[in-house]
């Protein structure tokens, strides 16, 4: 599935996003509104992540569903 897909269904792919990252707020996750550098961010801030390694889980996440 492709990014575009993803931020057109948002709303489901949030709760998958909810399960992997459980720290991340409610309202992080509708400021990030599917869009995929924002997401990178929250999780570099929240999980200290280095970019590569948050663009990878991502993915690895985008593929599961």
């Not at 990014?3 to 509708?30: P, Y």
């Not at 400021?31 to 663009?55: N, P, S, T, W």
Request: proline fraction near 0%.
């Amino acid at each position: 599935m492709n990014w575009d897909q993803i931020e057109g269904n948002w709303k489901q792919f949030k709760g998958k996003v909810k399960e992997k990252w459980g720290d991340l707020t409610d309202d992080e996750l509708d400021q990030v509104a599917g869009k995929r550098d924002q997401l990178i961010g929250k999780l570099q801030a929240r999980y200290g992540y280095a970019r590569d390694q948050a663009e990878k889980e991502i993915d690895e996440v985008t593929r599961s569903w």
